[in-house]
C-alpha cells in the first residue's frame, strides 16, 4: 500500500473572509426598539419629572458578543485596532471610549455594544482583522440597554436582583450576568448612581412592567 502522506508545495492561501450581511434596514422601514410599544418618549414628555427613579431606553445598538482567545497576542491587537481599546480580561470589568463599550462576559467571551449604525462596519473590520479560530455574532436586534439611575436607584434594584450593589463590592466598571426579577440581565454599574441593564427583547415588556412596580414607592422618571 503507497504511503498517503504526500508532500504539497508550500502556497500562500488567501484567507477566506466570512460574508457580513448588514442587519440595518433601509431608511423606509420603522426601526422599533424592544420597548417601542411602550412609547417612552410620550411617557419622558407627559410624566412626571421628580422621583428617585430615572429611567432611559437607550435603543438601537449594536450588540456584538464575541469568543477568541484572552492568550492570543494577535487576535488582542486586532480588537485593539477595531476598537480603539483593549479587551477587559480580569473577570467582571468592563471598558469604554467614547460611544462604545466591552463587558467581560466570561473568560473568553465579551459583549460588545456599539452605535447601532456603526455595527455593521465594526463586524466588517473584525472580520478583516481577526484571524484564527474566534467568533463574532450580531445579537443587536434582540436585546435593549436600560439606563437605570436615581438617588434611590440601589434601593429599587435591590428588590429584582440578589447581587450585592454596596459601593465597596460593586464599584463603578463592574459588570455581571445574573438574575433580575424572573429573568436575567446584562447590569453595569457606570456611576454611584447610575446603572446599565442589557436584556432581552423577548422579557423587556415583562421588565418594564417590574421596575414600574419596584419603583412606586420612590417616584419613576422616564427621560427620552
Known amino acids: ?117 456603526k455595527a455593521f462596519d465594526v463586524e466588517t473590520r473584525f472580520r478583516d482583522e481577526m484571524d484564527g479560530h474566534y467568533s463574532l455574532v450580531n445579537g443587536s436586534g434582540g436585546s435593549t440597554v436600560l439606563e437605570l439611575s436615581g438617588d434611590d436607584v440601589v434601593e429599587m434594584l435591590k428588590k429584582c436582583t440578589p447581587i450585592d450593589l454596596h459601593p465597596s463590592e460593586f464599584q463603578v466598571g463592574k459588570v455581571v450576568s445574573t438574575v433580575f426579577a424572573k429573568s436575567t440581565a446584562v447590569i453595569r454599574r457606570t456611576g454611584e448612581k447610575q446603572f446599565e441593564l442589557v436584556i432581552r427583547r423577548s422579557f423587556s415588556d415583562y421588565l418594564w412592567l417590574w421596575i414600574q412596580d419596584a419603583s412606586r414607592e420612590f417616584g419613576l422618571v422616564v427621560d427620552a
Do not use: F
Open 1 to 117: 500500500m503507497s504511503d498517503l502522506n504526500v508532500a504539497v508545495p508550500e502556497e500562500k492561501v488567501a484567507t477566506t473572509k466570512a460574508v457580513v450581511m448588514n442587519q440595518v434596514a433601509g431608511p423606509e422601514v420603522r426601526a422599533e426598539s424592544p420597548l417601542y410599544h411602550a412609547d417612552l418618549d410620550s411617557l419622558a414628555k407627559q410624566g412626571p419629572r421628580k422621583g428617585g427613579i430615572r429611567l432611559r431606553e437607550n435603543k438601537l445598538l449594536g450588540h456584538l458578543t464575541l469568543r477568541c482567545n484572552p492568550n492570543n497576542a494577535d487576535q488582542l491587537a486586532a480588537v485593539e485596532r477595531v476598537l480603539g481599546m483593549a479587551l477587559p480580561l480580569q473577570p467582571l470589568t468592563s471598558v469604554e471610549k467614547g460611544e462604545a463599550s466591552i463587558r467581560w462576559m466570561s473568560p473568553d467571551e465579551w459583549l460588545i455594544i456599539v452605535p447601532g449604525l
